[in-house]
């Protein structure tokens, strides 16, 4: 694995069902964050995680869940697509130290139908 | 409430110059960052401003204003390849990035 990894690229899914979208790094981040991207809308954060064992709710996270059991694994699940949550999704990581960047993964490209 | 805001899309020609600029309205301030997002891509790290100033990384330059709530990005020497959205995100007195919805900028031969 290369920094950070994310699965699948692109899914079509079907409205009240159930979906996961994997998020993988091997940075050694303390830090990971969960974003959608709308057209014409700047990234939104749905959820956050300052550490393995905790997470926090960002601007939009209503619909969404996520858990953080170990530092590499930050999955991000809809419970019951809805077709408003057609968007790409991306995973980041925060580098710390004195600028605390934020890394992008390469996205997931969801439709809810 | 929050809010960024950026010019919707600019046009340039290659070789030239292009200042893309950004104005922000957040709770707190804790540096601004510049993004680079090619399309289909992911935002790739740019620039970080946290004094007022300019801070020069060879062909882009990022410029800072805390007390007027204003930054720019200037891009040298244009090539077709810096044709992308340019995003800003300002990170808050939460330690949250807030995002600007991007600039398109497009590059002419």
């Known amino acids: 694995i290369a920094g950070i990894t994310q699965a699948p690229t692109s899914q079509i899914l079907a409205a009240g069902r159930r979906m996961t979208l994997r998020c993988t790094q091997d940075m050694r981040h303390n830090a990971m964050y969960w974003y959608r991207q709308d057209l014409g809308l700047g990234l939104r954060l749905i959820h956050y995680s300052n550490t393995a064992g905790t997470t926090g709710k960002g601007e939009v996270p209503d619909g969404y869940s996520v858990s953080r059991a170990n530092t590499d694994d930050f999955p991000l699940t809809l419970a019951s697509a809805v077709p408003s949550q057609t968007s790409v999704y991306f995973c980041a990581t925060g580098g710390g130290g004195e600028t605390d960047t934020q890394y992008f993964g390469p996205g997931t490209r969801l439709t809810v139908l | 409430g929050q809010n960024i805001d950026q010019p919707t899309e600019m046009t340039a020609t290659e070789g030239a110059i292009v200042q893309i600029n950004c104005t922000y309205q957040?709770?707190?301030?804790?540096?601004l960052f510049w993004y680079q997002q090619h399309a289909g891509e992911a935002p790739t790290f740019l620039s970080y401003?946290?004094l007022d100033g300019l801070e020069e990384k060879g062909r882009f330059s990022s410029f800072l204003s805390r007390s007027k709530g204003y930054s720019y990005l200037l891009l040298k020497e244009l090539q077709m390849k810096d044709s992308a959205s340019y995003l800003c995100?300002?990170?808050?007195?939460?330690?949250?990035?807030?995002w600007g919805a991007g600039t398109k900028l497009i590059i002419k031969p």
């Open positions: 995100a300002v990170r808050d007195s939460n330690y949250q990035l807030i």
């Open positions: 957040t709770s707190g301030f804790n540096g």
């Open positions: 401003n946290v």
